[in-house]
């Protein structure tokens, strides 16, 4: 997998590394409620986001199976229940009304020693079945080296597809089917890997996309039929990558493993979106209901840093959210001694634009955290070129909407702690009117908004998640030593009259203790 450096972590490695880590780790037996010392602490880590979803305590990667069942959100995601290191994944649960205050659950899907799951449960996905939830999720088991499917270089683990059907509407206890749904990727495609499934329902029967890859020939989606969800059927690629010319011992590295498939309908467009090279694609296209083939007719990079593997479903009023893996940012060593790793993005809707690309906008939901509304006056008094103290959020908590129409003078929008650490630059130069340069990165300005650009930034302790006019997000990570409360300073350096607005509000905690809940 990318970005795990652990990827291939036996369960005996892994509690080796755990117990070393015991002494800073938070234990979480079947529900997870942090140990009293460590809750103290991490109450207290002002670099924990105070509206963030994570997990009271230890490691978080990919957003896994959201849905929405009677009357309430269930978002289930990847879990470390031991240590703040990847490794070992079982599926956490957290239930929501709103998508914004959430209730930690126990978790929901552990290993079985020894089953097909016995050394992981995987990324995957919650459809309803006959009115019953159902995950569909990848498990990982160690095995001898002719049936290994994860081709990174240290070729120990089998991946499978398996189902869990839910016990009860509270969606606590969930039953799993002993054997795989899909025991082996199809021998015609020599794979890289074969995980995180992806289910939905045509006319003709329910399909699963898995992602994979081959050498040399780049990643893929691997598409099944089956009319009862047991029984499956390899049609064939739904979609090919294209060899890029790039190796890498890890597959996830060179583009030729695709992880986290995301496939469905969006406007009269599908969408897949897919994660590799440390980057999430979109894809925009056509999709054949009669060949179940898609053809992508537009791309792009649904954000540009620390957001991985993220995963949508269909709200109960038809908008497509997408919630995705905010990573860390630091050597593993300091979120392994801090306790806590990776969080859960806002919750982002996806719509699709008249062009054909995909746009995203945070959840209306989130409004709710608001304070008062602040409007930076601004004064327009001549053409004069300013340093611009904008906002400062008293505990590095809130929102900023900036619209700007900046003409032919340059802009700085400089994001700061009080300490004076820039936590993120964005910089806007005349002479490259289509572009804006984040933290040394090239966002691309929307060319059909008149010269106007909107930078819409929410900020949570150690996290800026920043859009710009709602079709490119780069979520930034920011740290500092020591656990003093930092303010966070907006500051513009520009002419002040290219400034069309800038609204601002602190955000309100979901927790009285920055465990989310
Ligand atoms: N994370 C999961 C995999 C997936 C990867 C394992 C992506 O299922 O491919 O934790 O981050």
Redesign the pocket.
């Known amino acids: ?4 450096k652990r990827s291939t972590i036996t369960r005996r490695d892994f509690l080796v590394t755990a117990s070393s880590l015991a002494a800073t780790c938070v234990f979480i037996p079947s529900a997870p409620c942090a140990a009293t010392k460590a809750r103290f602490e991490l109450a207290h880590d002002s670099l924990r986001p105070q509206y963030h979803l994570l997990p009271p305590g230890s490691w978080m ?2 957003p896994n199976g959201p849905i929405w069942w009677k009357g309430k959100y269930h978002l289930f995601y ?1 879990l470390n229940p031991h240590a703040a290191v ?1 490794g070992d ?1 079982h599926w956490g649960h957290a239930v929501s009304a709103d998508m914004v205050h959430w209730k930690h659950e126990p978790v929901a899907l552990a290993p079985t020693p020894g089953g097909p799951d016995g050394e ?1 449960c ?2 995957g996905s919650a459809v309803v079945i006959n009115g019953v939830p159902t995950l569909i999720y ?1 498990g990982v088991q160690n095995v001898p080296p002719d049936q290994v499917t994860i081709h990174d270089g240290t070729e120990r683990l089998r991946e499978v597809q398996m189902l869990a059907t839910a016990e009860d509407d509270m969606l606590l206890r969930w039953k799993k089917l002993s054997e795989p749904v899909v025991a082996t990727p199809p021998p015609s495609v020599k794979v890289t ?1 074969f ?2 499934p992806c289910l939905w329902k045509e006319e003709d029967g329910w399909y699963l996309a898995v ?1 994979s890859g081959e050498r040399g020939k780049g990643g893929c989606v691997l598409l099944y039929r089956s009319q009862d969800l047991l029984h499956w059927e390899y049609l064939h690629p739904l979609v090919w990558g294209k060899p890029n010319g790039k190796r890498a011992v890890n597959p996830c590295e060179s583009g030729e493993m695709w ?2 498939p995301d496939f469905f309908q969006l406007g009269d467009r599908h969408c897949l979106l897919y ?1 590799t090279e440390g980057q999430v694609i979109w894809t925009t296209g056509h999709y054949d209901r009669k060949t179940h083939l898609y053809t992508p007719e537009q791309q792009g990079l649904l954000d540009c840093d620390a957001y ?2 993220p995963k949508s479903f269909l709200a109960p009023d038809g908008r497509r959210v997408l919630w995705g ?1 905010i990573q860390e940012r630091r050597p593993e060593a300091e979120y392994a001694a801090a306790g806590w790793a990776g969080m859960m993005s806002l919750p982002r809707v996806l719509t699709l634009g008249q062009d054909g690309r995909l746009r995203m906008s945070v959840a209306e939901e989130v409004r709710q955290l608001r304070g008062p509304e602040r409007q930076t006056q601004i004064r327009h008094n001549g053409n004069l070129s300013a340093a611009l103290s904008l906002v400062e959020f008293a505990s590095c908590c809130g929102e900023l909407k900036l619209n700007t129409r900046p003409a032919s003078n340059s802009f700085e929008l400089q994001f700061s702690i009080s300490s004076g650490t820039t936590c993120l630059l964005v910089k806007y130069d005349p002479a490259k009117p289509k572009e804006i340069i984040v933290d040394g990165q090239s966002l691309t300005v929307d060319s059909e908004n008149g010269g106007e650009i909107q930078l819409h930034a929410f900020v949570d302790g150690s996290v800026i998640e920043l859009f710009l006019d709602n079709r490119q997000a780069i979520t930034k990570r920011f740290y500092y030593t020591g656990n003093a409360q930092q303010k966070l300073r907006v500051a513009w350096q520009g002419d002040e009259s290219d400034l069309i607005s800038c609204f601002s509000w602190e955000l309100s905690p979901i927790s009285a203790d920055r465990l989310t809940r």
Request: with cysteine; net charge negative; aromatic share 18%.
């Open positions: 997998m990318s970005h795990n990667n990919d990847q990847w994944m992981g995987f990324s990848t890997g995980r995180d992602g992880e986290c994660s991985y593997a893996w």
